[in-house]
């Protein structure tokens, strides 16, 4: 018989109809952002509930979660998902929410389930830490997350849709409308392009800078390292300048930038304050560590991580839920923070001052 690559042990095999009734027990929670957030996006649209409910799953979403990406209650009624209340949704088996949970949400969980939601500066807080600990729930966030080939989809998809929608904030801020002076990031015949200067690395600039370039803009790339940089240009083609950050250069490049887009670099680099005199005074400047222009385009997002999310769903109630999931995958133990009840994040664990285990040894022990 061929070795089985997706698990990392041989477990006793159920009969079919015990494995049938455990997977169509499963229910699938969706609950709304919370009020007083400014989060708008989701992580389901309802044709990818129709979808995940044939796999099996009962889905309850919340009256009215889906407000925010234009889709109505009805929307999802047609797709076999059932409309409840806020409580009701929260006991479900696994409990999708794009921010974390408040502590009081947590404490509503039912033990032994799971919250898929996307890191947050919450999770530092210690009141929701030892909420999920004391409800002894799994939270695993879906961007820390990588797939089997090693990419870390969910952070993928997030980080393209901010790059993109970043460059449609920096037209709406040049523009008459968003109180700039009013003029296109393209050129026309006898005028040339705005200048587009984005300082940073990684999926997300290069999106931004790809999304610049077919707006028309002439785009710049810096960033302190030659190999990210030569990434990028062969992301996106030619048309893209790159230079490396070098005081005298980015002094030049500040100065004639229209629009300055920030987001971390390869190593450590903290853009200079004095250069702020050298800006022009119209110039539209937007860090894209403190900002998610994605928030904008909510829809968009709710459909590009469906296409991901019902993969997902799918391995998940084939594999007989997310404990077997998460010991079964180790792209998926890369999301993990708290398991069962117990805190394994470390960076999270050192910035408390609570003790966090190892995951694998957890896995280990219970095997």
């Known amino acids: 018989?061929?070795?089985?690559?997706?698990?990392?042990?041989?477990?006793?095999?159920?009969?079919?109809?015990?494995?049938?009734?455990?997977?169509?027990?499963?229910?699938?929670?969706?609950?709304?952002?919370?009020?007083?957030?400014?989060?708008?996006?989701?992580?389901?649209?309802?044709?990818?509930?129709?979808?995940?409910?044939?796999?099996?799953?009962?889905?309850?979403?919340?009256?009215?979660?889906?407000?925010?990406?234009?889709?109505?209650?009805?929307?999802?009624?047609?797709?076999?998902?059932?409309?409840?209340?806020?409580?009701?949704?929260?006991?479900s088996d696994i409990v999708l929410s794009v921010r974390p949970l408040s502590s009081m949400d947590v404490g509503k969980m039912k033990a032994g389930a799971t919250l898929l939601c996307l890191f947050d500066s919450a999770l530092f807080e210690d009141n929701l830490i030892k909420a999920l600990m004391s409800a002894g729930v799994t939270c695993v966030c879906l961007d820390n997350m990588y797939s089997s080939n090693g990419v870390p989809i969910f952070a993928q998809i997030i980080d393209e849709i901010d790059g993109r929608a970043a460059v449609m904030y920096a037209q709406e801020g040049l523009s008459f409308l968003g109180e700039g002076k009013g003029v296109l990031l393209a050129g026309v015949a006898g005028i040339n392009p705005c200048e587009v200067l984005i300082i940073g690395e990684g999926c997300r600039v290069q999106s931004a800078a790809k999304a610049a370039i077919a707006a028309g803009a002439k785009v710049t790339l810096m960033d302190n390292d030659i190999s990210a940089l030569s990434e990028a240009q062969a992301f996106c083609g030619d048309r893209l300048y790159t230079a490396a950050i070098h005081p005298h250069v980015l002094y030049n490049k500040v100065k004639a930038a229209d629009v300055i887009m920030l987001d971390r670099c390869t190593r450590d680099f903290e853009f200079p304050k004095q250069l702020s005199v050298a800006m022009k005074e119209s110039v539209y400047v937007i860090d894209l560590e403190d900002t998610k222009p994605s928030l904008s385009v909510p829809r968009t997002v709710a459909m590009a991580i469906s296409n991901v999310m019902i993969n997902f769903l799918n391995e998940c109630i084939l594999k007989g839920g997310m404990s077997q999931m998460i010991v079964t995958n180790e792209g998926v133990q890369n999301g993990v923070v708290v398991y069962r009840g117990k805190l394994v994040d470390k960076l999270i664990g050192m910035h408390l001052g609570i003790k966090s285990l190892d995951l694998n040894m957890i896995i280990s022990a219970s095997n």
């Open 1 to 91: 018989m061929a070795e089985n690559k997706n698990t990392l042990y041989n477990e006793p095999q159920e009969s079919p109809a015990l494995v049938e009734e455990r997977m169509s027990s499963l229910r699938l929670g969706l609950v709304s952002n919370d009020d007083e957030s400014d989060e708008t996006r989701f992580f389901l649209t309802p044709e990818a509930c129709g979808m995940v409910a044939s796999m099996g799953y009962e889905i309850m979403m919340q009256s009215g979660a889906s407000i925010d990406i234009s889709y109505t209650d009805d929307d999802y009624l047609k797709n076999n998902v059932r409309i409840v209340g806020r409580d009701e949704a929260l006991q």
